[in-house]
């Protein structure tokens, strides 16, 4: 196969991708002098422009990059639809290494293609970057969010984020056990980070029984100096007696390894992509009575946070939008039970509803 052939193939292979996932534009951006290499991929913008983070990472393939950048984008459109914003979703990827190919050049370039796209597209933080690599792309084009505070942005989004995580548990034990106090439950959170902390602040202030697990001692021993709370071992977490696991740390933790072995009632937490594989894991845990809050519901107060910026950001009014989740969790977990549906399939029919009825009064006049 020549070179003229193989493009052509391959570029067939991205547009059916594109097609597959329901995605509206992909855009390649390369330039040689500063070795920018990136992937911004467009998911919907029937709501609004398509906002969403760029990640940096040392790819294998470019293929790899271009299946991240797919998969999170259409993450972002459910996410900001469910949490009631007037955002499509999108994302960017940079290919390399962070550490060592990250230059102000390189970001600039990037941010010179975001202003090419004329706001379709905005960015903010993700994996690999930071709130000074936001300022560099800052200089080449407005449409960033996520800056620090003394820039006029919304700082770190983490305590709005733990807010709406723990609106979702409370609104999860409501639907679960008739009230939402969860003086007394045993709550093991996994992940002492950022997320992690805050909601723990929370927990503990409502006298529930927190066990945390971190699996660097620095995080943990932030933690137990501010809290009454009980260290556990990162590797048994899912062996613990308990009412609720609240995974704050990497996504994928609900798995055919770790669901057979949990104790819990409810699983709800921060982390990102919390299901394996949405579809099989989320059935595993209706069969062992286990109620899932759905993760990119329950940590919307992220996207939530960096959307004020849009409109002059405010920290009191992005806390109070938060309280939503509350609500909203509530609606989606009765309706998987009317339904019989897992409650991320209820969630993303919640998402996909909102977009189609929006999408409607856009057609008239
Ligand atoms: P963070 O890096 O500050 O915290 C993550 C913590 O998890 C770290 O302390 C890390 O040591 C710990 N950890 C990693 N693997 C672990 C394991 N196996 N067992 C126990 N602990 C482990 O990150 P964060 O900002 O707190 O985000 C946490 C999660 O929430 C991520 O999945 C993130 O994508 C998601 N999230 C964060 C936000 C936000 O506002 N920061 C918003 C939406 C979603």
Known sequence: MDTATKTATEITGVLTDMNRMGHEQVVFCQDEATGLKSIIGIHNT????????TRMWHYNSEAEALEDVLRLSRGMTFKSAIAGLNLGGGK?????DSRKQKSEALLRRFGKFVESLGGKYITAEDVGMGTRDMEYIHMETTHVTGLPEYMGGSGDPSPVTAYG????????????????SLKGKKIAVQGTGHVGQYLIGHLVKEEAQVMVADIFEDRLKECIEQYPVEVVDANNIYDLEMDIYAPCALGGTLNDNTIPRLKCAIVAGGANNQLKNELVHGRQLIERNIVYAPDFLINSGGIINVYGELSGYDRKTAMQKAEFIYEVTREVL???????????EAAMQFAQNRINAIAKINQTR
């Open 334 to 344: 009765n309706s998987a039970s009317i339904q019989g549906i897992t409650s991320q």
């Open 92 to 96: 960017a990827v940079i290919i390399g």
């Open 165 to 180: 995580v723990y609106m979702g548990i409370k609104a999860t034990a409501k639907y679960l056990w008739g009230s939402d």
């Open 46 to 53: 029937v709501l609004g422009p398509a906002l969403g983070g």
